[in-house]
C-alpha cells in the first residue's frame, strides 16, 4: 500500500516536472525568438540611417549614433539567453562581416526551432 503510493506521488511529481520543464523550454524559445527579431529590427534601423548619412552628407550623425547604441544594447541582450553560434553569428552582423545576417537568422532560426 505504501509503496504504491509512494510510486503513484512520484509518477505525479514527475509528470509536473516534465510537463513545467516542457513550458519553461517554449517560453524559453518565445524569448529568445522576441530578443533575436529585436536585434534584426535595430540592425536594420542602424544600416538605413547609415545610408542615409553617407547620401545626405550633412544628415543627422545623432540619429545614426542612436541606432547604433540600440543596435549594441539588443546585441548585449542577446548575448545573455543566446546559445554560442548565435551569438558568435551577431557579433558577425554587428562587424559587418559578408553575408552574416543571412548567417544569423539561420543559426536563429534552428535555435528556436524554425529551421527548414
Known sequence: MI????????SAALA??????RRFKREDAAVRR????EF???????????????QLAPG???KNEEAH???LRTFNALSLIAP???RAAAAE???????APGRFWQVARKDVGLSD
Do not use: F
Open 40 to 54: 534584426v529590427l535595430s540592425w536594420s534601423l542602424y544600416k538605413e540611417t547609415e545610408r542615409d548619412l553617407q
Open 16 to 21: 509536473a516536472y516534465l510537463a513545467d520543464r
Open 3 to 10: 509503496l504504491g503510493a509512494l510510486i503513484g506521488g512520484g
Open 34 to 37: 522576441e530578443v533575436y527579431a
Open 84 to 86: 554560442t553560434e548565435v
Open 69 to 71: 547604441r540600440r543596435l
Open 93 to 99: 552582423v554587428i562587424e559587418d562581416v559578408e553575408g
Open 60 to 62: 543627422s550623425p545623432q
